[in-house]
């Protein structure tokens, strides 16, 4: 249920709300759009028939029921598109915004070098994995903390605001203080107490797709994050397992549209995951973005074949270069912006 108060209402008025809405168990979580302010009520499943009071209280325009489980993170409790701000680059707006970067922190050279290449390819976000969730205890695990410091060197340089994974309460804690964008990878899509975490954080996330999660099932994730208070979700979509095995995934690009049609939330795709293989990341970049997607997420190598993780679906800077320059005509030819930072020609690091 959430109740739309109506333009003229006060604060008095939404504090009057918010405590009836205490006394019937529930808890009342601002949605402060564009046109109209809302309450959503959060609470367990319960007979909505006691909410219907609330329509009588002043400064309450109506009440309006939502059927889908996903309650704030809905279309039905905001029509107009939430827009994510990172540092100055809106993301769910009218652009198209672009992260890319190295699937992990490697070293500082790797990490400076990769982060010049972005920025002069025109990217505007530079991703970097601190903390690995990987299949094998063996395979490199990430730098932590001392990855966290080098990507705050690089942003420094670069002026590029930066994203990171994070896998468990003890990163999520060390990164917010380091990077823009916290991550919550496909393996913990569903890990309830770090979604819960990230949303008592307030930082922007990047919430990812389960591998085998629905389309409800992402968004009920999301749903854990707005209801702790934090608005400032961003989707991605990367991929799922399906019957096949030709590519790491099967990107989902269908969920695109679908997920814009049925939330409010901006959503971006990441082909690197969504394909594993790195001659299938440009089509598939360009096919994202004509289906509507707010922004791309790609892995980017200055060497992709000394990759410590991830090279077979890594760009290389010239190929990197190469999807920006196309980009700059896709992004158009669909009615979307692309923030130009540097977009050159050919780059040099
Ligand atoms: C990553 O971004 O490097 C990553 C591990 O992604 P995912 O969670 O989508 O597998
Ligand atoms: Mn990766």
């Given at each position: 249920?959430?109740?739309?108060?109506?333009?003229?209402?006060?604060?008095?008025?939404?504090?009057?709300?918010?405590?009836?809405?205490?006394?019937?168990?529930?808890?009342?979580?601002?949605?402060?759009?564009?046109?109209?302010?809302?309450?959503?009520?959060?609470?367990?499943?319960?007979?909505?028939?006691?909410?219907?009071?609330?329509?009588?209280?002043?400064?309450?325009?109506?009440?309006?029921?939502?059927?889908?489980?996903?309650?704030?993170?809905?279309?039905?409790?905001?029509?107009?598109?939430?827009?994510?701000?990172?540092?100055?680059?809106?993301i769910?707006?009218?652009?198209a915004v672009i992260m890319a970067?190295?699937?992990?922190?490697?070293?500082?050279?790797?990490?400076?070098?990769?982060?010049?290449?972005?920025?002069?390819?025109?990217a505007h976000v530079?991703r970097?994995?601190?903390?690995?969730?990987?299949?094998?205890?063996?395979?490199?695990?990430?730098?932590?903390?001392?990855?966290?410091?080098?990507?705050?060197?690089?942003?420094?340089?670069?002026?590029?605001?930066?994203?990171?994974?994070?896998?468990?309460?003890?990163?999520?804690?060390?990164?917010?203080?380091?990077?823009?964008?916290?991550?919550?990878?496909?393996?913990?899509?569903?890990?309830?107490?770090?979604?819960?975490?990230?949303?008592?954080?307030?930082?922007?996330?990047l919430?990812?797709?389960?591998?085998?999660?629905?389309?409800?099932?992402?968004?009920?994730?999301?749903?854990?994050?707005?209801?702790?208070?934090?608005?400032?979700?961003i989707?991605c979509e990367r991929?799922?397992?399906?019957?096949?095995?030709?590519?790491?995934?099967?990107l989902?690009?269908?969920?695109v549209?679908?997920?814009?049609?049925?939330?409010?939330?901006?959503v971006i795709v990441d082909p690197s995951h969504g394909?594993?293989?790195?001659?299938?990341v440009r089509?598939m970049s360009l096919a994202a973005i004509a289906a509507?997607a707010d922004g791309l997420i790609i892995e980017m190598?200055?060497?992709?074949?000394?990759?410590?993780?991830?090279?077979?679906?890594?760009l290389?800077?010239?190929?990197l270069?190469?999807l920006m320059?196309q980009l700059?005509?896709i992004i158009?030819?669909?009615?979307r912006?692309l923030?130009?930072?540097?977009?050159?020609?050919?780059?040099?690091?």
């Amino acid at each position: 249920m959430v109740i739309v108060m109506s333009i003229s209402s006060t604060s008095e008025q939404m504090e009057a709300v918010n405590q009836r809405l205490a006394e019937l168990g529930f808890k009342g979580q601002l949605i402060r759009g564009v046109k109209r302010i809302v309450i959503g009520a959060v609470g367990e499943r319960r007979e909505d028939e006691p909410l219907k009071s609330l329509a009588l209280m002043p400064g309450v325009e109506k009440i309006v029921p939502i059927m889908k489980p996903y309650k704030m993170v809905s279309r039905e409790a905001r029509v107009t598109d939430t827009v994510v701000q990172i540092k100055g680059i809106a993301i769910g707006g009218e652009n198209a915004v672009i992260m890319a970067g190295p699937c992990s922190v490697e070293s500082r050279e790797q990490l400076l070098i990769s982060a010049r290449w972005v920025k002069k390819a025109g990217a505007h976000v530079l991703r970097g994995g601190t903390f690995k969730p990987r299949t094998s205890p063996y395979s490199f695990q990430g730098l932590e903390e001392k990855g966290l410091k080098l990507l705050r060197e690089a942003s420094l340089e670069t002026g590029l605001p930066t994203i990171t994974e994070v896998i468990d309460e003890r990163s999520l804690n060390l990164a917010v203080d380091y990077v823009d964008i916290l991550q919550i990878g496909a393996r913990n899509m569903q890990n309830f107490q770090l979604l819960r975490a990230a949303g008592q954080s307030r930082k922007p996330v990047l919430l990812k797709r389960g591998m085998a999660a629905t389309v409800e099932e992402w968004l009920m994730a999301a749903e854990y994050i707005l209801s702790e208070g934090n608005e400032k979700v961003i989707l991605c979509e990367r991929g799922i397992r399906t019957f096949e095995t030709a590519t790491r995934n099967t990107l989902d690009l269908s969920a695109v549209p679908l997920v814009k049609r049925l939330s409010h939330l901006p959503v971006i795709v990441d082909p690197s995951h969504g394909t594993g293989d790195r001659l299938l990341v440009r089509p598939m970049s360009l096919a994202a973005i004509a289906a509507g997607a707010d922004g791309l997420i790609i892995e980017m190598h200055p060497e992709p074949s000394k990759a410590l993780s991830d090279g077979a679906q890594s760009l290389n800077p010239e190929e990197l270069n190469f999807l920006m320059q196309q980009l700059k005509r896709i992004i158009p030819a669909v009615g979307r912006k692309l923030l130009l930072s540097e977009l050159g020609g050919v780059a040099h690091a």
